[in-house]
């Protein structure tokens, strides 16, 4: 069974651009979330979708958005990016969204020039 | 405001022995618990969970307690080998309905042969 797939791996962007995040999550699953990793701020939820609804949201301005496709996929979409946005972006899926396991993927580096 | 804290950065073990890294939360509407693993430039990885019904919960090596009075979880790791070395995170979820996990910040284990 593949697990949870993100791209691209790597991307270097310029302040100001925006940019678009990939995640396909395991067959069957419906929960996607995307957390933010930071050496300063650890890991921190940003959004969940689940059958394509946005579930819960983390304490992250406007700029940060995603989506939920029929088949699950989700992307997430940062605008006006900014040298802080740069972080590895973490995508993990879940069959439910509640009191279960969540799995994730590999991660998008994102470097803000 | 750290929910989740994980007091100990890092935690050297001799290969054999015991692993135990330990995690302490404040808010008590927190309902269900898991561990990941993580290695540099890779996803975490998912250890093992407790809902805050069990007080106890085992895989293989790995064995999770929860003290819910306390507010505490700890995991254990029995016998710790070389490559269990990786930073480990607690996290935990709200009892609202959704997939957000709180992170605490790592802890870094290094088994040592």
């Known amino acids: 069974k593949a697990g949870v797939t993100q791209t691209p791996r790597y991307l270097i962007k310029t302040r100001g651009q925006q940019v678009t995040l990939s995640c396909s999550p395991i067959?069957?699953?419906?929960?996607v979330s995307w957390y933010q990793q930071t050496p300063g701020q650890g890991l921190q939820f940003l959004f969940e979708y689940f059958s394509e609804t946005q579930r819960n949201k983390g304490n992250f301005p406007g700029r940060f958005s995603g989506r939920q496709f029929s088949n699950s996929r989700s992307e997430m979409n940062v605008s006006t990016l900014e040298l802080g946005d740069s972080a590895l972006y973490l995508c993990?899926?879940?069959?439910?969204?509640?009191?279960?396991?969540?799995?994730f993927g590999q991660g998008t580096r994102l470097t803000v020039v | 405001d750290q929910q989740v804290k994980q007091n100990s950065p890092s935690l050297s073990v001799q290969e054999g022995r015991i692993s135990i890294l330990n995690c302490d939360y404040t808010n008590s509407m927190f309902d269900y618990f898991l561990w990941y693993k993580k290695y540099p430039a890779e996803g975490p990885t998912f250890l093992i969970s407790i809902s805050s019904i069990k007080d106890k919960n085992e895989d293989g090596r790995f064995t999770v307690f929860l003290n819910k009075s306390a507010k505490h979880l700890s995991l254990h790791i029995v016998p710790s080998q070389p490559g269990d070395s990786a930073v480990y995170f607690c996290a935990a979820q709200p009892n609202n309905y959704g997939q957000n996990f709180v992170f605490g910040p790592g802890t870094r284990l290094s088994v040592l042969p």
């Open positions: 993990a899926s879940s069959l439910g969204h509640r009191n279960t396991e969540a799995f």
């Open positions: 067959s069957g699953h419906r929960s």
